[in-house]
Nanobody, 120 residues
Framework: VQLQASGGGLVQAGGSLGLSCRVSGRIFSINNMNWYRQAPGKERELVAS???????KYADSLKGRFTISRDNAENSVYLQMNSLKPEDTAVYYC???????????????WGQGTQVTVSS
C-alpha cells in the first residue's frame, strides 16, 4: 500500500492551496483518512480527519479555513486550505487506515509528505 501526496508549494499569506493524496496497492477498504502536519521544531499534529461515511473532524484552530474531503471510488483524500497564514507552514502528511483484506484489521499507512510554505 502506498500513499502519494501532491499539491504543496509556496503561497502568500491569505492565499489558498489544495492537497491531494491517493492510496494505491492491495486495498479492501479504507477507514479514516487524515491529514497531519509538522512544522520545524514542532511535533506532528492532526489537521483534519474524515471517516469513510464522510464525517469530519478538524483541529480547533483550523476550523473554517481548511476543508477535508474524500473520493472513495478513487481512494483519495483532499485538503483545501484557504486564508493561509505563515504559521500554517509545515510538511503535510496524509495518513490512512487501510484494510488490505476483508478479514484483516486496519493498518496505518503514511504518505511521503508535501511542503507547504506560506510567506508573509
Amino acid at each position: 500500500v502506498q500513499l502519494q501526496a501532491s499539491g504543496g508549494g509556496l503561497v502568500q499569506a491569505g492565499g489558498s492551496l489544495g492537497l491531494s493524496c491517493r492510496v494505491s496497492g492491495r486495498i479492501f477498504s479504507i477507514n479514516n483518512m487524515n491529514w497531519y502536519r509538522q512544522a520545524p521544531g514542532k511535533e506532528r499534529e492532526l489537521v483534519a480527519s474524515i471517516s469513510r461515511e464522510g464525517s469530519t473532524k478538524y483541529a480547533d484552530s483550523l476550523k473554517g479555513r481548511f476543508t477535508i474531503s474524500r473520493d472513495n471510488a478513487e481512494n483519495s483524500v483532499y485538503l483545501q486550505m484557504n486564508s493561509l497564514k505563515p504559521e500554517d507552514t509545515a510538511v503535510y502528511y496524509c495518513n490512512a487506515d487501510v484494510r488490505r483484506r476483508s478479514y484483516s484489521a486496519g493498518e496505518a499507512y503514511w504518505g511521503q509528505g508535501t511542503q507547504v510554505t506560506v510567506s508573509s
